[in-house]
């Protein structure tokens, strides 16, 4: 089955997906290229500006990328309980010679403004988490000859999204390592296999499927195309590679032999997003209330000092349930890997 990317000229069907906080640089994007690859910049937390500088940066040395950005999904946090949770980290905070943020701080990620760059210098791949764009922005985009792609955990979200007309969907199952892209993120994702869930969408849409969440081998990207998909997007597995921005103190955690398993918590961000269990989780996950993005506002500060300063029980370690399988070297090597049983 042909790749929606196959007309960009990708030729290898593991792509590299966006890691929004650091991971997903435009190194590695390139070096994905390198390897036949779609690479995706994470828009997620940089501002406009920022993200016209990577792309200025990728498109000096390829053409063929994407970029990912958060799309609106109101969240709103209880204002009781966001105080609430504010006292319960306000120990940790003080640690570091923090105050925790009073009022919840809620905000869209500059979504307009980062469409509008999108529209005006367009790429050849945007992609969407955590909200569904109407169906305005998604014309604009194909008008400006952009390729759009929709993460979605479920039937009923796939369904949403090709009635959008969303060109491509990426199919994220709940072995992901960070946020889930859910569009109910009130609800975990259904604890089901990659495979399964692929089997399932491609069966009630007709739209183009690329499979993500857990891939970690040559086994599983071919699992994932034999159900379905026409492309497999890895993250994971990226983040030890050499071009990869991950801090050295996630990179030292993903091979630490006391961190054997992933959980998926609320508690650094108010969505649900799959980490290794530390005791910031064990701490606070059953305190925490939902509410993004005033979660991870709240709680930036205090993970940000903690990587500085080499703590990491109190840092998000976003990773998927492969994470065993990332490895230190050249991201083009693994990707290649990857796809050499295809």
């Known amino acids: 089955m042909s790749s929606p990317f196959d007309a960009l000229g990708v030729t290898n069907p593991v792509v590299a997906a966006p890691m ?8 590695l994007v390139i070096a994905a290229a390198r390897a036949g690859s779609l690479g995706f910049l994470a828009a997620g937390y940089k501002s406009p500006a920022a993200v016209a500088e990577e792309i200025a940066t990728v498109r000096g040395r390829n053409s063929i990328f994407g970029v990912n950005l ?15 949770y504010a006292a319960a980290l306000a120990a940790d905070l003080a ?3 923090l105050e925790p943020v009073p009022e919840p701080r809620e905000d869209d990620d500059s979504w307009a403004a980062k469409i509008d760059l999108l529209l005006a210098d367009p790429v050849p791949v945007v992609g969407f988490t955590f909200g569904l764009p109407d169906r305005a922005v998604l014309r604009a985009l194909r008008r400006a000859g952009t390729t759009t792609v929709q993460t979605v955990t479920n039937v009923e979200e796939a369904l949403l999204a090709e009635e959008a007309g969303i060109d491509v969907l990426a199919v994220q199952a709940s072995a992901a390592g960070g946020h889930s892209g859910t569009l109910t993120p009130s609800r975990r994702p259904a604890d089901v296999t990659l495979p399964s869930l692929v089997t399932d969408i491609a069966a009630a849409t007709t739209v183009p499927i690329v499979a993500a969440g857990g891939v970690s081998d040559p086994v599983g990207v071919t699992a994932g195309l034999g159900a379905g998909a026409t492309a497999v997007m ?9 071009e990869s921005g991950t801090s050295d103190l996630h990179r030292a955690a993903l091979v630490d032999p006391a961190r054997t398993h992933t959980v998926v918590t609320h508690a650094f961000t108010g969505r649900p997003a799959r980490a290794l269990t530390n005791a910031f989780i064990d701490r606070y996950d059953a305190v925490a209330p939902l509410g993004y993005p005033a979660l991870h506002h709240l709680t930036s500060p205090l993970r940000k000092a903690a990587t500085a300063v080499g703590q ?7 990773a998927g349930t492969g994470f065993r399988a990332a490895t230190a070297e050249p991201a083009e090597t693994i990707l290649r890997r990857l796809a050499s049983a295809v």
């Open 95 to 97: 640690a570091f010679g």
């Open 234 to 242: 890895v993250g994971t597995v990226l983040l030890r590679s050499d």
């Open 70 to 84: 958060f799309a609106p999904n109101s969240m709103p946090v209880d204002r009781a309980a966001y105080r609430s």
């Open 20 to 27: 929004a906080g650091g991971p997903s640089t435009p190194a």
């Open 312 to 318: 990491p029980e109190l840092v998000h370690l976003w």
